[in-house]
């Protein structure tokens, strides 16, 4: 099968060639092997026990194989990733070392952190404008740099099909699939995940039913603040088989340990005015498709506005679903843009913001996510209110809503289709 250039691959293309080791992290699935295979001469595969035998008896075989070398699942052998940063200490030569990993590595184990000989880069699952389904004409990278570029475009995607590319999913060996077997892939990888992925992270997992329990709760808050008591609480309610407290805890810390989880962190200002903002995080999983067979709500369900959430969260299962798929798009394009991504809510909840996109000079963009084809007064509310909190530091503000035309409002305002933001 021919390979299809991501996002991601740019900035390998900038990078790899002057730095001697990347290490590729996400989720397994999303796609790190093949990307990285297109730019080295050997390949490890360390879930192969033969070459994760040979490896770990004779860790300078990663210096001995023609280069640049590929090593794929190093957190299966956490020496290797030492031994690469000593081979880097030793020759810091760029492009000689790639690392894919689906996982930190298990709690207890100590490596040393790669500062100033790996850098990490994350991958996620396809965003939006990687399906090539409709050619962006918005940049985000674009309205970061402070210009307020215009925005023009018509998006040839509607509702259904966004909701089709919400269960579809942006595994590149998932979504293609027919709809049965894509289906019975996405269980089998939730199932992967309880019966294997975290036992074999050495975690022990007494009571999988449990834990399937919680993690369908928390893809139940998709798209929300809730509180993790609440989250356990949703969990089997009214019975006794849910985990405690403390174990639901430890299956969050490794459920995020391995990717599954993809939570956005509440945004932190430096030198605001802001006040009294809630830290808590908004809940993702890698992909929206994997929460919406956990909930078990299909197409035809969720354009009725069926789907129970957890949280007292406004709007339907579907729009937090299409959230979560704009969040996921957002999140690789800011990435590629050298920007980080967060969320904004005051205490009181009185104003709140889906994302916030900033890059390291503190240049901000928000931006609303609306399940919508018309946008209404009460939609920029709180885009017009950080405005006037933030003044010149909020470089622009967009709405990302599932309509036909991308436009800018007589207030400024950037009115996007999902379909329409690329990188």
Do not use: C
């Amino acid at each position: 099968m021919d390979y299809r250039r991501r996002i991601v691959d740019e900035t390998l293309d900038d990078l790899f060639p002057h730095l001697a080791a990347i290490a590729l992290e996400g989720a397994k699935g999303v796609g790190k092997t093949a990307t990285a295979t297109q730019r080295v001469a050997t390949v490890m595969l360390l879930n192969n026990p033969n070459e994760r035998t040979a490896l770990s008896s004779h860790l300078d075989l990663v210096t001995d194989v023609p280069g640049p070398v590929l090593i794929d699942e190093w957190q299966l052998e956490p020496d290797v990733w030492d031994r690469v940063r000593r081979a880097v200490d030793d020759d810091p030569t760029g492009g000689r070392f790639l690392l894919a990993g689906s996982a930190d590595v298990a709690p207890g184990v100590r490596i040393h952190s790669g500062a100033g000989r790996i850098v990490s880069l994350t991958m996620r699952p396809l965003a939006f404008s990687e399906r090539a389904l409709a050619e962006p004409s918005v940049s985000l990278r674009g309205m970061l740099d402070g210009t307020q570029p215009a925005i023009t475009g018509i998006s040839p995607i509607d509702l259904p099909t966004y909701t089709d590319e919400i269960l579809r999913s942006g595994f590149p060996g998932i979504r293609d699939l027919p709809e049965r077997a894509r289906q019975v892939q996405l269980d089998s990888y939730l199932t992967r995940i309880v019966d294997r992925e975290l036992p074999d992270s050495g975690v022990s997992v007494r009571r999988p039913a449990a834990l399937r329990a919680w993690l369908t709760a928390y893809a139940a808050a998709t798209a929300t603040d809730a509180t993790f008591a609440t989250i356990l609480a949703a969990a089997t309610p009214g019975e006794g088989d849910k985990p405690a407290r403390q174990t639901a805890d430890i299956y969050r810390q490794h459920l995020q340990r391995i990717y599954l989880l993809d939570p956005i962190e509440a945004w932190t200002p430096a030198f605001s005015p802001l006040k009294r903002l809630t830290h808590s995080p908004k809940h993702h999983l890698v992909d929206p498709a994997l929460a919406a067979r956990l909930v078990g709500v299909g197409k035809a369900g969720l354009l009725r506005g069926q789907g129970n959430r957890v949280h007292a969260a406004t709007g339907t299962w579907l729009g937090a679903l299409f959230e979560s798929l704009a969040a996921q798009s957002v999140r690789v394009y800011a990435e590629a843009a050298d920007a980080r991504v967060g969320h904004l809510r005051t205490k009181n909840t009185d104003h709140e913001v889906d994302l916030i996109v900033e890059t390291a000079d503190r240049s901000t963009l928000a931006i609303e996510v609306k399940l919508t084809d018309t946008i209404r007064p009460a939609d920029v509310e709180h885009l017009n209110w950080l405005s006037e909190q933030l003044g010149d530091r909020l470089v622009d503000r967009m709405i990302i809503y599932t309509g036909t035309h991308a436009y800018r409002r007589p207030d400024g305002i950037a009115v996007v289709p999902l379909a329409l933001l690329g990188p």
